[in-house]
């Protein structure tokens, strides 16, 4: 499994970006989805925890302005963020759990894709 991401950059304040990662290889499908980021000297923080059967859950600094939504058929989960503000200049990365069928046998995993940069200027 392979998890590739997409856009980040540097975006205006109030402006909107969205991250997306993309999932290929053998699997299943995308169970669960966490966004994280970290910022340069502070703690890595969970921004967007998503469940296979719809739920999210924000961290207090995203929710209202950020939305993690997902295309199970293209294996594809997605940060919209808007209303961004300089503070929220990270390195931002997904974490997907991906569902397998080995023999038969299901198992999760959880699998990274790269960081991706997202710098907001005042």
């Known amino acids: 499994v392979q998890l590739q991401a997409f856009g980040g950059g540097l975006v205006q304040a109030g402006g909107s970006l969205r991250l997306s990662c993309a999932a290929s290889?053998?699997?299943?499908?995308?169970?669960?989805v966490d966004w994280y980021r970290q910022a340069p000297g502070k703690q890595r923080e969970l921004v967007a925890h998503?469940?296979?059967?719809?739920?999210?859950r924000y961290s207090d600094s995203a929710k209202g302005r950020f939305s993690a939504t997902r295309d199970d058929a293209a294996n594809t989960v997605y940060l919209q963020m808007n209303s961004l503000k300089p503070e929220d200049t990270a390195i931002y990365c997904c974490?997907?759990?991906?569902?397998?069928?080995?023999?038969?046998?299901?198992?999760?995993?959880?699998?990274w894709g790269q960081g991706t940069q997202v710098t907001v200027s005042s």
């Open positions: 998503s469940t296979s059967a719809g739920n999210t």
């Open positions: 290889g053998n699997f299943s499908r995308v169970v669960g």
């Open positions: 974490n997907v759990e991906i569902l397998t069928h080995t023999l038969g046998k299901p198992s999760k995993r959880n699998w």
